[in-house]
RNA sequence: CUGGGUGUAGCGCAGCUUGGUAGCGCACCAGAAUGGGGUUCUGGUGGUCGGAGGUUCAAAUCCUCUCACCCAGACCA
């Protein structure tokens, strides 16, 4: 197997020069967006729509096969609506987008582009749920949401984005509270099985958790340049909403009751997480079970006899397996070119089929993983191809969590941690007296922030690292995107 | 919102100091040869210099105002 002499391509910023150039490099040359004349708000080309889309039917399978049912809420919601949860509101107020007008006529009541829908949700739950018999409420909706950002990147945070936003009632507080977590296990399965980026899940502190919830559960990964991403959040919504909105229904003991509630949510914020976990200099690198293209077959020589015919041959082969497939027959680039091009927009493996291969009955078969490249047999060869997409998926999943594991480290002074932190960011696992003050303080002095209170909990101290108090749960520290 | 920076072809840039009517590389189009790691040659298309106003015989260049975007903070999925 022969490795690659160069580790870059020149069109793209290495990312030990200058990360977050290096990310908008990627994006750009990769043809996954383009800015748009408004100002955060980006256009997804289809290149990055097709990872939205895998994503899409991962999640939507596997909400459906545990009772969750789609539908669409408006985009506008009234004003009032957005007032009637206190700490909602006074979470979401500062980056929502207003429509004060139709056409011409100045309208009686503002309404809001939806930063999340909660509100108008339960506006309209409270119409509808009369029973205990009708729970519980299981819905979903595929849609986008608008948040008035100060300042926006790709994917990672643009003024509108696209997701899902689950949201649930149930009877009793069990029950919500297992609703919350079993999304959230579907968020880390979704991560680890088709994103192949590990996650740390657990519980928000306070300050961090969502605008209204009794609790926010989410997972948190690690990118390459050390800072953390939460990938996704699943919020045990209590009682805040359901009784601001009088939801109500008759129990089993003829009781009228508030039922509890639930939302989650994961959006194309993850495309960034793919982009900054798996990417490297010559550009993305794509999962297999995510990538829109799995296997790019390039002919070599293309105009010698046999080599078009052979390389269609091998594409409907390996499209009859159930691969995805993409052949290149443009005779106006290069092979050189396209193993370039396809390299930077991360397909997974890499066919190269000519007049010498098709004399040795063999394909050139190159991982855009690792980077190394060797003959593998026509016969058998969509056997093998399968097995390489699935040996490539395991490996990158291992990879990255190596990298987490590397990058995560324990602390045991708050000058340990700002030494650390300022050094070689990555998760610091630290013990933490639970108040808010100390959060805050920390935050004032390293810009690092608690990502979770993780559920799997080690016992590293009595004293909270950052104050001397005494401390209440081992958290993971980072800073964060 | 605070601090810094940049606006000239789709992208990256030069020209501005010392005003004279716009140029280079890549991309794109046509043709030919090439084809196992960004192939070569030839010919071509495309901008009026972010916007407005001013000075001047003449403004990409000088002056004033303005807008947009980028980076770093603060705020946030």
């Known amino acids: 197997m022969g490795k690659k002499d160069k580790d870059f391509v020149k069109e793209i910023t290495p990312m030990e020069v200058d990360f977050p150039q290096w990310y908008t490099d990627v994006i750009r040359k990769t043809d996954l967006v383009d800015y748009s004349p408004v100002k955060g708000f980006m256009v997804i080309k289809p290149y990055g729509y097709a990872l939205w889309e895998n994503i899409q039917s991962f999640l939507d399978k596997r909400f459906k096969e545990t009772g969750h049912k789609n539908c669409y809420f408006p985009l506008l919601i009234p004003e009032s609506l957005l007032q009637k949860e206190?700490?909602?509101?006074?979470?979401?107020?500062?980056?929502?987008?207003?429509?004060?007008?139709?056409?011409?006529?100045?309208?009686?009541?503002r309404l809001?582009?939806?930063?999340?829908?909660?509100?108008?949700?339960?506006?309209?739950?409270?119409?509808?749920?009369?029973?205990?018999?009708?729970?519980?409420?299981?819905?979903?909706?595929?849609?986008?949401?608008?948040?008035?950002?100060?300042?926006?990147?790709?994917?990672?945070?643009?003024?509108?984005?696209?997701?899902?936003?689950?949201?649930t009632l149930h009877e009793t507080e069990e029950q919500a509270q297992e609703e919350t977590l079993q999304m959230l296990n579907i968020y880390k399965e979704m991560a680890e099985n088709l994103l192949a980026i590990p996650v740390v899940t657990g519980r928000k502190s306070e300050r961090e958790k969502?605008?209204?919830?009794?609790?926010?559960?989410?997972?948190?990964?690690?990118?390459?340049?050390?800072?953390?991403?939460?990938?996704?959040?699943?919020?045990?919504?209590?009682?805040?909403?359901?009784?601001?909105?009088?939801?109500?229904?008759?129990d089993r003991n003829g009781d009228m009751q508030n039922p509890y509630h639930t939302s989650w949510g994961v959006s194309t914020r993850l495309i960034g997480g793919v982009i900054m976990v798996h990417g490297d200099n010559r550009g993305l690198v794509l999962p297999p079970a995510l990538a829109p293209t799995q296997v790019v077959i390039i002919p070599i020589a293309q105009h010698k006899e046999g080599?078009?015919?052979k390389a269609y041959e091998l594409k409907k082969q390996l499209q009859d397996a159930g691969l995805r497939v993409e052949l290149d027959d443009n005779e106006n680039y290069s092979p050189g070119w396209k193993f370039n091009e396809y390299e930077m927009k991360g397909i997974p493996i890499r066919i190269e089929i000519g007049p010498r291969d098709i004399k040795n009955n063999q394909v050139m078969a190159a991982r855009r993983d690792i980077l190394e490249k060797g003959p593998v047999s026509m016969d058998g060869l969509t056997e093998n191809i399968v097995q390489l997409l699935d040996t490539i998926q395991r490996d990158m999943l291992e990879k990255a969590r190596s990298h987490r594991d590397e990058?995560?480290?324990?602390?045991?002074?708050?000058?340990?941690?700002?030494?650390?932190?300022?050094?070689?960011?990555?998760?610091?696992?630290?013990?933490?007296?639970?108040?808010?003050?100390?959060?805050?303080?920390?935050?004032?002095e390293t810009a690092a922030t608690i990502r979770c209170i993780p559920f799997?909990?080690?016992?590293?101290?009595?004293?909270?690292?950052?104050?001397?108090?005494?401390a209440k749960h081992m958290v993971y520290m980072a800073k964060a995107y």
């Not at 959040?233 to 939801?247: E, R």
Request: hydrophobic share 35%; with cysteine; proline share 3%.
């Open 86 to 109: 206190a700490e909602h509101v006074e979470g979401f107020a500062p980056e929502v987008a207003w429509v004060t007008h139709g056409g011409k006529e100045e309208l009686a009541e």
């Open 456 to 470: 799997e909990q080690e016992d590293i101290g009595d004293k909270c690292h950052f104050c001397g108090k005494e």
């Open 210 to 250: 969502f605008a209204g919830a009794h609790a926010t559960y989410t997972m948190e990964a690690l990118m390459h340049d050390g800072k953390a991403l939460q990938a996704g959040t699943s919020h045990n919504l209590g009682q805040h909403f359901t009784t601001a909105f009088d939801i109500s229904f008759l």
């Open 112 to 167: 809001c582009v939806r930063p999340t829908s909660e509100t108008i949700i339960c506006e309209m739950y409270s119409k509808w749920l009369k029973s205990y018999r009708e729970l519980p409420y299981l819905y979903n909706q595929w849609c986008s949401v608008v948040r008035w950002e100060k300042s926006t990147r790709p994917f990672l945070r643009t003024s509108e984005f696209l997701w899902q936003e689950g949201h």
């Open 407 to 444: 990058n995560t480290y324990y602390i045991d002074s708050f000058e340990d941690f700002k030494q650390k932190m300022a050094d070689k960011p990555g998760f610091a696992k630290a013990m933490w007296c639970g108040e808010r003050e100390c959060e805050e303080h920390v935050k004032a």
């Open 307 to 309: 080599v078009l015919d």
